[in-house]
């Protein structure tokens, strides 16, 4: 069977490692199964948490760019126009942002902000002038003023036919890829019709999750939903619990 695993808040809870414990756990799943790393991290600053696992299939950028065996592939980069479309509003909000190239990036982001502690931890990269970036595989707008996310949302609604966007209500930031490109298309093209299990937290899993065969929601017990297999708190504990219960046990 296939695993594919979400990282940050549904596998990593402190932005830097799988605890041990989990890790474990997935370590021993790997022994039978076929894992597969999915995540909204571009492969360069996935590498680091998932260094124990980096011969496997690691799809990152939210389906934009994906890494095997240390060769990694651009799947689409978003269109140009598109991209000098959303350097205009950066400019003309003066939004924080962060745009990936194929591994450089472009970042103005505070260091009091969750993801700076995910931004190139391993200093790999360089982040460079938004003008140096040729290429975009993903953009992120972050912590938007309210009123103003509520404009841009209505602006990005416009593109949804062209553009994969999320929208992510709690911290008012948009992430933006590629037509079609999201962590569920990317996987489809490596294993086709192939059944997988699939583990999330968050509304760019939400196709990943949906067609999956089972899939588990990892998240606090006040957002449980109906749409998914199975519920889990969102910590390294109750999720190394589950694998281990339905899937290692009288193995």
Request: glycine share 4%; net charge negative.
């Amino acid at each position: 069977m296939i695993f594919v695993f979400d990282i940050d808040g549904t596998i990593c809870f402190n932005g830097k490692f799988i605890e041990p414990r989990l890790n474990q756990v997935i370590q021993q799943l790997k022994q039978q199964h076929q894992i597969i790393f999915a995540s909204a991290r571009p492969i360069r600053d996935l590498l680091p948490v998932v260094k124990d696992y980096s011969n496997h299939w690691l799809i990152g950028g939210n389906g934009s760019i994906i890494s095997k065996d240390g060769k990694i592939q651009t799947i689409a980069y978003i269109p140009k126009d598109l991209f000098e479309n959303m350097v205009q509003l950066i400019n003309d909000y003066d939004l924080n942002y962060i745009i990936d190239g194929d591994f450089d990036y472009a970042a103005n982001v505070s260091e009091s902000h969750p993801i700076y502690r995910q931004l190139d931890p391993e200093r790999l990269a360089t982040n460079v002038k938004i003008a140096h970036i040729q290429h975009a595989i993903k953009v992120i707008l972050l912590g938007i003023e309210e009123k103003l996310f509520e404009k841009l949302k209505q602006w990005f609604q416009a593109y949804e036919d062209v553009l994969s966007i999320h929208i992510h209500e709690l911290d008012h930031s948009i992430d933006i890829t590629a037509q079609n490109i999201d962590k569920y298309t990317t996987l489809k093209q490596m294993i086709g019709e192939q059944n997988y299990i699939a583990f999330g937290n968050d509304v760019n899993d939400a196709q990943l999750l949906q067609h999956a065969q089972k899939s588990f929601y990892v998240a606090d017990p006040s957002s449980y939903t109906k749409d998914y297999d199975v519920q889990i708190q969102n910590n390294a504990e109750s999720v190394a619990t589950v694998i281990e219960d339905l899937y290692l046990k009288g193995q």
